[in-house]
């Protein structure tokens, strides 16, 4: 099974931005599209974005024009980059398949001044 890693949270003022890293434990080629999720507390966690293996994306329309997810194979590695930052994006977010399997610790983001 394949376990994902994910990085580059942290504190941000409103207007900022932070690039988010999923690692993925081994190639994730053919394994299909990859979601970048949210929790925020006491909330459910919520997909944000979407990446298939061809490259096409989807957006939660709350984060659409500010957030933008992509993909490096060779690195194994799925990226969210997220702009305009405001208060109620923050959560923990989550990446993983789209088709399932285990979630991985999270990275926390907080956007407050």
């Known amino acids: 099974q394949v376990q994902f890693v994910e990085s580059g949270g942290g504190l941000v003022q409103p207007g900022g931005s932070l690039r988010l890293s999923c690692a993925a434990s081994?190639?994730?080629?053919?394994?299909?599209?990859m979601g970048w999720y949210r929790q925020a507390p006491e909330k459910q966690r919520d997909l944000v974005a979407l990446?298939?293996?061809?490259?096409?994306?989807n957006y939660a329309d709350s984060v659409k024009g500010r957030f933008t997810i992509s993909r490096d194979s060779a690195k194994n590695t799925v990226y969210l980059q997220m702009n305009s930052l405001k208060p109620e994006d923050t959560a923990v977010y989550y990446c993983?398949?789209?088709?399932?399997?285990?979630w991985g610790q999270g990275t926390q983001v907080t956007v407050s001044s």
């Open positions: 993983r398949l789209a088709s399932g399997g285990s």
């Open positions: 081994r190639s994730i080629f053919g394994f299909g599209a």
């Open positions: 990446i298939t293996s061809a490259g096409s994306t």
